[in-house]
C-alpha cells in the first residue's frame, strides 16, 4: 500500500488532522488550536516509535505548558521586560504591569487558526491553517497588522513547515517567526542521546535569558565551555542547555540541519531550517517530564530580537509585503 491521507477526528473539543506516509510509516497530528503539532510517529519493523513530545491530551492543549510544539509568532522567545521600540516609538506589551518578566512565545499559541487549504494525493498530504487575529487593538504593545498562514506538509523527505506572515496594515512592522518542537526517543536516556549543532558561535545572554548587547552576544564556538560545543555529534552527557546558537552552517542543498540521534535504535532526527539561529533546550526546567526531550527550535531571528539593531532588517517587514520562512524534519538511521 502506497500514498499519503488526510483526515480529521477530534482530540476533545479540538479539531485534529491526521497526515499519513503509508508506505513510510509516518504519522503527524496536527490541532487546529495553535495549528500545534501534537505527535510525530515513525514505524519501523512493527516498532512505533514517537518523536515529538507533544501535549498528551486536550486538557494540556488548552493550557499549553511548556510551549510544545507552538508556533511562535509574530515574535518568537523572549521581549526583555515586554518592551520595545519600533521607528523611535517605544511599546509596552504589559501595561500597567510594574514588575514586568518579560513576554514570550508570541500570541497564537491557544487560537483557533482557520483551515484554509487541505490536500492529499500521491504525492503527500498538505494543511495549511491561517489567523488574521493580529490586528491592531487584540494585543497590547502590538499595532500591527499581520495575516499569518502556516503550512504542514508530509512528503517523502518528511514533515516541512512554510509560514507566511504578510503585512497587510499601512506602517511598517517587527515580526519574525519561531517554531518550539520536543524532540524525543522511546526507551533510552536523553544523556546517551547524540546531538549536533553546526553553528561557529554560541548566543551569551543574562541570567534572565536575554541575548547581551550587541557582539558581546556572540561567543565563538571554540571560545564557549567545552560542553557547549556539539559541531561534532556527541553524546549530550549530563549538560544543562538553554542556548541560542548562531552562524550556522549550511549543508550543500541550502538546509541547516541540527541532528539528535538515537545510537540505540540508529534513529536520527534532523530538524532543518534555511536561515536564523537554532536554540537547543534540554528541558531542565519543564513543569512534566524533566529531561525527557530535547527542544530544538528553529527562530528566523533570536531572542529580544525586537530591541536589537543587528536584528533591525530581519524583523522588518513593509507594508503589503510577505516573508516566507521554511523549516522540518527529516528522519532516518544512521
Known amino acids: 500500500m502506497s500514498g499519503f491521507s488526510l483526515e480529521k477526528t477530534q482530540w476533545g473539543i479540538h479539531d485534529m488532522f491526521v497526515l499519513h506516509d503509508v508506505q513510510r ?18 514505524t519501523i519493523d512493527g516498532v512505533t516509535h514517537a518523536l515529538i513530545d507533544g501535549y498528551r491530551d486536550a486538557d494540556e492543549l488548552e ?7 507552538a508556533i511562535m509568532a509574530p515574535f518568537a522567545n523572549r521581549i ?9 516609538k517605544t511599546y509596552d506589551m504589559q501595561p500597567g504591569v510594574e514588575a514586568q518578566r518579560g513576554i514570550r512565545h ?19 498530504a498538505r494543511m495549511t491553517f491561517s489567523t488574521s487575529v493580529i490586528r491592531p487593538g487584540t494585543f497590547p504593545g502590538y499595532p500591527f497588522a499581520i495575516d499569518l498562514a502556516v503550512t504542514y506538509v508530509l512528503d517523502a523527505s518528511g514533515l516541512s513547515l512554510m509560514v507566511s506572515m504578510r503585512n497587510v ?6 515580526c519574525f517567526f519561531g517554531w518550539h518542537p520536543y524532540f524525543r526517543f522511546d526507551g533510552t536516556e536523553l544523556d546517551t542521546w547524540e546531538l549536533q549543532v553546526p553553528a561557529a558561535k554560541l548566543v551569551r545572554t543574562s541570567p534572565e535569558l536575554i541575548p547581551l548587547a550587541g557582539e558581546e552576544a556572540f561567543l565563538p564556538i571554540e571560545q564557549a565551555p567545552k560542553e557547549l560545543d556539539f559541531r561534532h555529534s556527541r553524546p549530550i552527557g ?33 530538524m532543518w531550517q534555511e536561515r536564523g539561529v537554532v536554540l537547543v533546550f534540554t528541558a531542565d526546567t519543564v513543569s512534566r517530564d524533566v529531561r525527557r526531550a530535547v527542544a530544538m527550535e528553529p527562530m528566523e531571528s533570536m531572542s529580544n530580537a525586537f530591541n536589537r539593531a543587528d536584528c533591525a532588517d530581519a524583523i522588518r517587514l513593509e ?16
Do not use: M, W
Not at 493550557?63 to 510544539?69: A, E, K, Q, W
Not at 508570541?106 to 503527500?124: E, I, K, M, Y
Not at 542547555?241 to 541540527?258: E, K, P, S
Not at 507594508?319 to 544512521?334: K, L, N, Q, S, T
Open 169 to 174: 496594515g499601512n506602517e511598517s512592522a517587527p
Open 238 to 270: 549530563s549538560v544543562k542547555i538553554d542556548c541560542a546558537f548562531a552562524d550556522l552552517a549550511h549543508d550543500a542543498d541550502g538546509r541547516v540541519r541540527t541532528r539528535l540521534r538515537d545510537p540505540a535504535s540508529g534513529l536520527r532526527i534532523s
Open 319 to 334: 507594508p503589503g509585503v510577505e516573508r516566507v520562512f521554511r523549516c522540518g524534519v527529516e528522519i532516518d538511521r544512521a
Open 25 to 42: 510509516g509516518r504519522r503527524v497530528c496536527v490541532a487546529q488550536r495553535g495549528a500545534n503539532l501534537v505527535s510525530l510517529e515513525q
Open 63 to 69: 493550557r499549553s505548558p511548556s510551549s510544545r510544539s
Open 106 to 124: 508570541g500570541f497564537v499559541r491557544t487560537l483557533d487558526f482557520d483551515v484554509a487549504s487541505q490536500h492529499a494525493d500521491t504525492h503527500g
Open 80 to 88: 526583555a521586560e515586554a518592551r520595545y521600540t519600533f521607528d523611535g
